[in-house]
């Protein structure tokens, strides 16, 4: 979809450390000199396996598989610690603080808490090492390569588009095809663990926000009791039931005897800034807190703007723990995600062990749904015992995990393409846990969501073929602003696509309706045509990612490239990156803040630069962030 969010104007310039300039170092380059000596032992073994090259992610567009220059942000709201992209902050080139550009606030991505991030410490972008001898490149792999229009520019994305390939965004997925002929086919990676770690947090239910509960906000995780004339709620409202919530300790004690479905159910309530506000005056929840979709909100992006938010999602991961106390052999465990007109559940008997895989079906008849069972498969889970389970449904594919061991569910847990899955009411609570027969407690409740690619359109000139001047004072105001993604489609539509969030009826018609006419504006512009030695590159964090989808196409016809606009060339490629070895370091003494060794350059206002004393660029003593130092995946 086009959207008129503003882009990162990301320079996705990667600099070797092994290699130096003649020219003078900007701070940036002082502190990743000091940091790459003291990890520099590390790369001698590197360097010894493979040939290799170590690369610094300048900018935040493949978060979150990737970090650059972000800050680590402690929520006052919910006490999260979630991660926040800083590259704006800074000109790329000099290291010197744009006027205005220091980040002052930021919205937690689990409870929207607006946190005071301007003095927050700021870190340098993971260092990654890059296999440079790759025989052939797999989609889904994390590649380097060298920008068609910027040559001199080293870029980082996911490939997603293989030579001979047409590729297009539906609905947030990659789907491809070779011929016209051929069906669209949803891609997806070969190992869901794969999948499983680029996903976004949407709610941990270990860090719930506190003080909004305390102020009449109901919780997102209650006991529920279905009501058909319920639409506030998905369907949900609260209800007594075998359910005991301890909220103290975030534990649901169940002991359901009978052989009714007890409901525990997740509504996606999103508190706004009116009631943070009046929460943090002393005053009530005012007005309540009401559901809405679940929607492409990344927390690495928050910095205050209105249209964080936009597409809904509808590619759920629900992880829990549960400790089995008692069960019969007539006992169930069932867990329940909500997609459109599919609902799917993963049935366990915990005596047995055996998990159904049981399918819901509104696409035909939302009124007379049907049911049908598509695998099963036997768990380790047997009787009384704590046990950690994942139930997803990514991408078209369902995934059961069992103490951390992905149970093979076969094929017919995969989906064909459907046509626009649009969401009901029941998507307002779209996740649910039900037992019976069953004494047990659930704990670690955390939902999950896959990465949403947003399929935006950059205008250029159709009648030449190329877009404006990359280098012209025109160009530079139409980036900067956001209009240059901006098509005929009336910007407001957007907003209303927004603001349907919390309607899934009028979201379903506004998304219909948009998709509807930029189909018939764009038609094939919307899809990706790749020729014999072209790929496809998109950023993970699809809505502050240029990529293939916002390539220029200036200068490549004035060098004599004939290739596609938004294509890579094989010659451009330049490795696969394998792992990330140096994260940031870590300060500690003087309250976690280290000393200030170097601190950031500002504009004086004269012309001038001078130090911004209270902002330190780099200090010590620091530890290594060894949590992610790992391969990429």
């Known amino acids: ?31 990743e000199t000091i940091e790459a000596v003291a990890i520099a032992f590390i790369l001698a073994f590197v360097f010894k396996t493979f040939e290799a090259e170590a690369f610094v992610i300048p900018t935040g567009s493949m978060a979150p598989t990737l970090y650059g220059r972000h800050k680590e942000v402690p929520c006052k709201g919910c006490g ?13 080139e000099s290291g010197v603080l744009n006027p205005g550009g220091r980040l002052t606030n930021s919205n937690c991505p689990n409870c929207r808490y607006r946190n005071d991030v301007h003095a927050a410490p700021v870190f340098n972008g993971d260092r990654i090492v890059v296999n440079k001898q790759v025989s052939k490149y797999k989609r889904f792999d994390v590649v380097v390569f060298k920008n068609p229009e910027e040559p001199h ?13 047409t590729v297009r965004i539906r609905q947030g997925d990659i789907q491809a095809r070779r011929a016209e002929t051929d069906p669209w086919i949803v891609q997806r990676k070969d190992d869901p663990n794969r999948q499983r770690d680029i996903q976004l947090l949407v709610y941990d239910d270990n860090h719930p926000p506190h003080d909004l509960l305390k102020a009449g906000a109901e919780e997102r995780w209650v006991p529920a009791s279905w009501s058909d004339g319920d639409t506030l709620m998905g369907g949900w409202p609260a209800a007594e039931n075998a359910w005991k919530p301890v909220r103290e300790t975030r534990k649901y004690d169940v002991n359901a005897a009978d052989e009714q479905l007890h409901w525990l159910r997740y509504r996606h309530l999103v508190p706004g800034r009116e009631q943070w506000a009046s929460v943090k005056s002393g005053g009530q929840i005012e007005p309540p807190l009401e559901p809405q979709l679940i929607a492409d909100f990344c927390g690495f992006n928050s910095d205050g703007g209105m249209d964080e938010e936009l597409y809904w999602v509808n590619d759920l991961t629900l992880d829990l723990t549960i400790n089995i106390e008692s069960a019969a052999e007539t006992s169930q465990l069932l ?12 049935q366990v008997n915990p005596v047995s062990g055996l998990a159904e895989i049981v399918v819901i079906s509104r696409e035909k008849d939302a009124a007379n749904p049907t049911s049908e069972v598509i695998a099963s498969v036997q768990t380790e889970i047997r009787g009384a015992g704590e046990y950690q389970l994942a139930f997803a449904d990514v991408d078209d594919r369902l995934c059961l995990w069992v103490n951390g061991e992905l149970l093979p569910l076969g094929d017919n847990a995969s989906f064909g393409p459907a046509d626009l899955n649009l969401p009901t009411d029941l998507d307002l ?11 047990a407690v659930v704990s670690d409740l955390e939902v999950r969501r896959d990465i949403y690619y947003r399929n935006d359109v950059l205008n250029f000139e159709q009648q030449n073929g190329i877009s404006p001047d990359p280098t012209s004072a025109e160009y530079r105001w139409q980036y900067q602003n956001g209009s240059i993604t901006v098509t005929e489609v009336d910007s407001s539509r957007y907003s209303r696509l927004a603001t349907a969030l919390r309607s899934p009826k009028n979201y379903a018609r506004e998304y219909a309706e948009l998709t509807g006419i930029q189909e ?6 919307l899809e990706f045509k790749l020729s014999n030695d072209e790929y496809l590159m998109f950023g993970d964090n699809s809505p502050a990612s240029k990529d293939s989808r916002l390539f220029d196409y200036y200068s490549r016809p004035l060098r004599g490239v004939g290739s596609s606009r938004y294509a890579v060339r094989e010659q451009d490629l330049i490795g696969e990156a394998l792992c990330i070895f140096w994260p940031h370091g870590i300060p500690f003494l003087n309250g976690g803040k280290g000393y200030s060794l170097i601190s950031h350059k500002g504009y004086n206002g004269r012309g001038g630069v001078e130090s911004v004393s209270d902002y330190p660029l780099y200090s010590i003593p620091f530890y290594p962030n060894i949590s992610r130092m790992k391969m990429i995946r």
């Open 1 to 31: 979809m086009t959207s008129s969010r503003k882009k990162s104007d990301e320079a996705e310039a990667s600099k070797a450390a092994k290699k130096s300039k003649s020219q003078p170092k900007s701070q940036e380059g002082i502190r």
């Open 80 to 92: 999260l610690m979630y991660t926040i992209g800083a590259s704006q902050e800074i000109d790329q």
């Open 153 to 165: 520019v080293n870029y980082i994305k996911r490939l997603v588009g293989l030579p001979g390939e």
């Open 335 to 346: 867990i329940e995600l909500v997609e459109g007109f599919r609902t799917v559940r993963c």
């Open 429 to 439: 609570a779209p996740i649910g846990i039900a037992v019976n027969g069953l004494k």
């Open 520 to 525: 018939a504006q764009y038609g094939r512009s």
